[in-house]
């Protein structure tokens, strides 16, 4: 069944029958039939690309909010764990899908940026986040989305569908690559005072 797409991945890192227990914070799951590591946004296109046919897919990626069965998937998981790019614009900050929460905070600190405190304690990747549309404190992260790339298109924060933990990418067939945030200057003591309290002020 997997013959053909694993022929097309040239060097793009895959495993067979890899145990997903580790790519959720419970601790489940059983093994996937397929696994891809895309290192890329490059790399994660061409995964998509290949997968128009009828192969199920998952994207996971720090899987807070997941369960696995035990049974495991049968399909191809893609994990953006090795998508941890992070670039600063001005007062834009993109960053992959692949991003923890709390590297996005620590990178907007270091760049003396505020705006996305509150997201420091919420247990999650960029793409997910921004799938869910997580928020805590009164605060989304829909606030600071400037647009979102997928691997479909480009769309502008009014684009999304944001709702109350929801957006278009929630349960559809693309697959978020980055995203944008619009952040403001702010002096860095201010930014981990609001850090250390977890909130935006």
Known sequence: MYSAFINSLGSVSYE???????????????????IVFPKTEGELRYVCSLLKGDIPYLVIGGGSNILISDKGYRGVVISTTKLKSIEVKGCLLTAECGVKTADLVNEMLKSSFSGLEFTVGIPAT??????????????????????????????NA????????????????????????????????????????GIEL
Request: include cysteine; charge should be positive.
């Open 158 to 197: 009014n684009e999304c569908g944001f709702g109350y933990r929801k957006s278009r990418f929630l349960n559809s067939n693309e697959v978020i690559i980055k995203a944008c945030f619009s952040l403001r200057p702010e002096e860095s003591d201010y930014i981990e005072d609001k850090i250390n309290k």
């Open 126 to 155: 960029v793409g997910g986040a921004v799938c869910m549309n997580a928020g805590c404190y009164g605060k989304t992260i829909s606030e600071k989305v400037r647009y979102v790339v997928t691997n479909k298109g480009v769309y």
């Open 16 to 34: 067979r029958n890899y145990p997903l227990s580790s790519f959720n914070r419970y601790g489940t799951g059983g093994d996937a039939d397929v």
